[in-house]
């Protein structure tokens, strides 16, 4: 009786699952195989191994990379300090609370501020540097999108080190570690699943930024996910759009499967 009632809550779940996970994706796949005149082809795979998307490809991965190394340089350390302080409930909060503003509204912010007459290039003709252009640069589109994921790094890394167990540390500091030796030995790895967690939610939304490149970026930095914007909403070659998404799925796939965790035997 108790498993039937089990599998009866199952069911809603798995509704969402197929209708909205498993569905879109198989669509996807299913318009991979047509070209922009609803012929089947494979030839829009053929084109993906072309230099261009390639190249867009390698750019994607590398941003991506970036945004999510320089989160977890400021998260890290954030979330540590956080740990320490009083009230930290309230600063876990302050700076959560970023996160649940538009995205577009926050990019439309960042517009006034980096913008040629916004406070940034105020503050530079203070210190007597001058304004510079920093709206349509790689500074600007790297600093924007670390500024919106970090609350998206900063959560799992704080949770695993509140889990982390303090007499482990004070262990490691009795038996005449140093500082950066308990912290290296002891604390990271212990909060490692919390980082490979951090990194999982920063880098695969990273991989397929479109709105901020656009607005940040000037379209200075093209993605994968600018690529499958363009395809889907301007040249309406939903074919090619629908193959790099393929290639970002499988992509994002192999990540989560390459970070997560591992059981180990006993």
């Given at each position: 009786m108790q498993n039937k009632t089990r599998n009866l809550y199952l069911i809603p779940y798995?509704?969402?699952?197929?209708?909205?996970?498993?569905?879109?994706?198989?669509?996807?796949?299913?318009?991979?195989?047509?070209?922009i005149e609803g012929q089947f082809t494979l030839g829009n795979y053929t084109d993906f191994f072309s230099p261009v998307y390639l190249t867009m490809t390698l750019s994607s991965f590398w941003y991506a990379f970036l945004i999510t190394a320089f989160s977890l340089l400021i998260a890290y350390p954030t979330a540590y300090l956080?740990?320490?302080?009083?009230?930290?409930?309230?600063?876990l909060l302050l700076i959560i609370l970023p996160s649940w503003i538009n995205l577009l509204l926050k990019a439309y912010a960042f517009l006034g501020i980096f913008g040629t007459y916004g406070p940034a290039n105020a503050l530079l003709e203070v210190l007597g540097i001058g304004a510079k252009q920093i709206l349509f640069t790689d500074f600007s589109f790297l600093f924007v999108s670390v500024y919106i994921f970090i609350p998206f790094m900063v959560l799992p890394i704080y949770n695993a080190l509140e889990k982390l167990n303090p007499s482990l540390v004070d262990a490691s500091r009795d038996l005449g570690a140093s500082s950066w030796t308990t912290f290296r030995?002891?604390?990271?790895?212990?909060?490692?699943?919390?980082?490979?967690?951090?990194?999982?939610?920063?880098?695969?939304?990273?991989?397929?930024?479109?709105?901020?490149?656009?607005?940040?970026?000037?379209?200075?930095?093209?993605?994968?996910?600018?690529?499958?914007?363009?395809?889907?909403?301007?040249?309406?070659?939903?074919?090619?759009?629908?193959?790099?998404?393929?290639?970002?799925?499988?992509?994002?796939?192999?990540?989560?499967?390459?970070?997560?965790?591992?059981?180990?035997?006993?």
């Open positions: 798995v509704f969402w699952i197929l209708l909205f996970v498993i569905a879109p994706i198989l669509l996807i796949l299913y318009y991979s195989f047509f070209d956080l740990t320490k302080l009083k009230h930290k409930q309230l600063w030995r002891v604390i990271f790895p212990l909060t490692l699943d919390g980082v490979k967690a951090g990194c999982q939610a920063v880098f695969i939304p990273a991989l397929s930024l479109f709105m901020i490149t656009r607005l940040i970026a000037g379209n200075r930095v093209i993605t994968l996910g600018t690529a499958i914007e363009q395809h889907f909403l301007v040249t309406q070659d939903w074919g090619m759009g629908s193959t790099i998404a393929v290639f970002l799925i499988i992509a994002m796939a192999v990540f989560m499967i390459a970070t997560g965790n591992r059981r180990r035997g006993i």
